[in-house]
Structures are given as C-alpha cells and as structure tokens.
C-alpha cells in the first residue's frame, strides 16, 4: 500500500511540474552508483515531503471551498494565508530538491542535464500553445466570443 501511494505522489509531480522532468532526466545521465544512491534518497526526503503537502493542501482546499459556499470567505482570512504559506513551502522544497541535486552531479552531467531540461520545456511550450490555439478555436466555434453577444 506504501509503495501505491509513493507511486501515486510521483505520478502527480511527473504530471505536475518542473521536477516530473527532473526526475525523467536524471534517469537518463549516466550517474554512478554513489549518485543514484544519494540521489533516490533525495527523492525519497522530498516525496516524503510532498505527502503531507497533499495532505495539507488538500485540507487547506476543501476549507477554503466551505468558506466559500457559506460565504465567509475573505482575502485576510487564516485559510487563504495557510494556502500562501504552503504554496511557499512546496517552492522552497522545490528549490532545495533541486540544489541538492545540483551539489551531486558533475560538471558534464549538469550540462547535459541543463541542455535536456531546455529542450524538454521548450517542447513542452510548443505542446501547451497548440493546445490553448486550438481550444481558442472550439470556444470561438461554439459561440463566437466568450461572453456571447453583449446586450446595451
């Protein structure tokens, strides 16, 4: 049940993010025994992380829904500062992931591994505007504009 829920974790962050393709780019450099060891327990310390992220994300989601359904909702209220301040700590783990890794390649491997990142994000860039050129086109298909015609 462990191992399902860890593979859950890694298939949302691979769906996610940045650090999806981190995690398929670091697969394909040759690192050594000694770099995948510390590498993975990386990746175990930041799944572990991301866990209880889910978790509190999730909680911090369905009250500031319920906040909103009972029209208590407000943009100083302590639901709304708890969902900064997890956004902020999941970029910071973000961050400290990626530096950490960084400290363990080499100087090649972080070329190759920058290079592959650029491409894979520019790729990625080309699929994500075709898709929003073509929902543009289906919205204007189904009814010209977004709000329709404007009555004065």
């Not at 398929?24 to 995948?36: G, I, R, T, V």
């Not at 990386?42 to 992380?49: G, L």
């Not at 860039?125 to 929003?132: N, P, S, V």
């Amino acid at each position: 049940m462990k191992f399902v829920f860890v593979f859950i974790c890694a298939f949302l962050t691979l769906r996610a993010d940045f650090l999806g393709i981190v995690y398929m780019e670091l697969k394909a450099l040759n690192l050594s025994q000694e770099q995948q060891v510390k590498i993975s327990n990386i990746i175990k310390h930041h799944h572990s992380f991301l866990r209880q992220w889910y978790i509190d994300f999730k909680k911090n989601n369905d009250d500031i829904i319920e906040s909103f359904s009972n029209s208590s909702l407000s943009l100083d209220s302590a639901i709304i500062n708890n969902s900064i301040n997890l956004e902020n700590e999941r970029i910071k783990a973000e961050r400290s992931f990626l530096i950490n890794v960084y400290e363990i390649l080499n100087k090649e491997q972080r070329a190759a591994f920058g290079l592959r990142i650029k491409e894979r994000e520019n790729y990625s860039r080309i699929l994500q505007d075709k898709f929003e050129d073509s929902q543009k086109l289906h919205q204007s298909d189904l009814n010209g504009d977004l709000f329709g015609e404007v009555k004065r």
